[in-house]
């Protein structure tokens, strides 16, 4: 495993496991096992995905150690205000069933993100928190939010795969010190990305997968990925993305893939704002 560091000094994995889309508690839990036998240390989860609890298990009947363990959780729109966000940080703290969180992002950039920034950087300073950053956040909105905040935020955890490659988010990130983290690193299995003719023929000459290439790329473009899947083979393939390396001529092919739009969601939708707004994670 490779490690980054953070703007803060604290060292993080550059390959986690996701937990997106994996509502039943039975199968996150034992996903989240197999993940942390297979070697992963960053597990990735968020109040809105409605798994936390079955993290907190599942670290808990690990046996790894949960100071080897760096966990990431987020902060939901309905509680993106100073007074939400120092509740939800403690139910997400119940939830996970640990003293500290390794990483609390702000989920979208929605409600009052100035304030449960606020909540954010008195855990951070308590202790509580050891790291905070965004998602979500694109080039604009990141600039002006560090040039608002007085912590500023360690990571952004953005849509970036082969097809939708944000060279000018990353920039920016690069200019404000802020590590970028993929979210849906396979595109969420659309666009039909694992037949994709360009990443297969550089799978075969790696004897790879089209997925440890995909996550390979972004790993040498210096971003953190969070693969998720439910099958323990595929966890485990999944992993397995150091002992190879991409050519720079390879690079620049899966650089010709990208579309330079998202076809998952268009975070520009004001429909979609209402529909973050209306989507709720407790009463």
């Not at 007074?83 to 009052?112: F, V, W």
């Not at 996550?215 to 992993?239: A, D, Y």
């Amino acid at each position: 495993m490779e490690y980054v560091t953070l703007n803060n000094g604290v060292k993080m994995p550059m390959e986690g496991f996701g937990v997106f889309q994996v509502p039943d508690p039975t199968q996150c839990e034992q996903a989240v096992i197999d993940a942390l036998e297979a070697g992963y240390r960053l597990i990735d989860t968020a109040a809105a995905y409605m798994n936390e609890e079955a993290v907190g298990r599942a670290i808990k009947k690990s046996g790894v150690d949960r100071k080897d363990i760096f966990l990431t959780t987020k902060l939901w729109v309905q509680d993106a205000s100073y007074e939400g966000a120092k509740k939800a940080i403690q139910t997400s703290l119940k939830k996970l069933d640990t003293d500290y969180i390794d990483l609390l992002l702000i989920h979208q950039p929605m409600g009052d993100i100035y304030g449960a920034w606020r909540a954010m950087e008195e855990a951070y300073h308590a202790g509580i928190l050891k790291a905070i950053g965004v998602s979500n956040f694109y080039p604009a909105r990141l600039a002006d939010f560090c040039l608002t905040v007085d912590v500023q935020p360690v990571v952004d955890q953005v849509e970036l795969h082969p097809f939708f490659q944000q060279p000018q988010a990353l920039e920016t990130m690069k200019k404000y010190h802020v590590q970028p983290e993929a979210w849906g690193p396979f595109a969420e299995g659309k666009f039909g990305i694992f037949a994709n003719p360009v990443l297969t023929k550089i799978a075969q000459s790696h004897n790879k997968s089209v997925g440890q290439v995909i996550l390979r790329w972004n790993i040498q473009r210096g971003v953190v990925v969070i693969p998720k899947s439910v099958h323990k083979e595929r966890i485990i393939e999944n992993f397995n993305i150091w002992d190879f390396e991409l050519t720079p001529e390879e690079m620049k092919e899966i650089a010709s893939l990208d579309l330079g739009k998202s076809n998952i969601v268009d975070h520009d939708s004001p429909e979609f704002a209402e529909m973050l707004h209306g989507l709720k994670v407790h009463d």
